[in-house]
């Protein structure tokens, strides 16, 4: 069964890491795995009142691109933190699930967005 799971394991990441101009020690790490194998990542940062999503690689996948995005957000909404920005070149993913809108960065309220979906609405 797929899961996305926060790494501990962020060295396999560091040359990405380090090409986003972030600094390993403040970077996170989500993984979209099954089985052992790793089908899609994200990269973020929790600031002191916002989520930055730096990277997502979902292969390809929308639905997989969705879930790691809406992983990364809730766990932002579990720290108390109520806007997301995305700091990833090519948006088009996100204007097409709704995260953004065309000109936009930024999403703000995560818990009402996050409640809209059944399953993440349920756990907040």
């Keep these: 069964m797929l899961q996305i799971l926060q790494t501990k394991n962020i060295e396999n990441y560091s040359e990405i890491i380090k090409r986003l101009g972030?600094?390993?020690?403040?970077?996170?790490?989500?993984?979209?795995?099954?089985?052992?194998?790793i089908f899609g990542t994200g990269i973020y940062l929790i600031e002191k009142d916002k989520v930055v999503i730096y990277f997502i690689d979902s292969k390809g996948d929308l639905y997989l691109y969705?879930?790691?995005?809406?992983?990364?957000?809730?766990?932002?909404?579990?720290?108390?933190?109520?806007?997301?920005?995305f700091e990833?070149?090519?948006?088009?993913?996100?204007?097409?699930?709704?995260?953004?809108?065309?000109?936009?960065?930024?999403?703000?309220?995560?818990?009402?967005?996050?409640?809209?979906?059944?399953?993440?609405?349920k756990k907040l």
């Design 22 to 37: 972030l600094e390993n020690k403040n970077a996170n790490v989500v993984e979209a795995v099954d089985k052992d194998e």
């Design 66 to 85: 969705d879930g790691i995005v809406r992983s990364i957000l809730f766990l932002a909404v579990l720290k108390d933190i109520d806007k997301a920005e």
């Design 88 to 121: 990833i070149d090519d948006k088009t993913d996100l204007i097409k699930l709704g995260f953004v809108q065309k000109n936009s960065n930024c999403l703000n309220d995560l818990k009402e967005f996050m409640s809209k979906c059944k399953s993440c609405g």
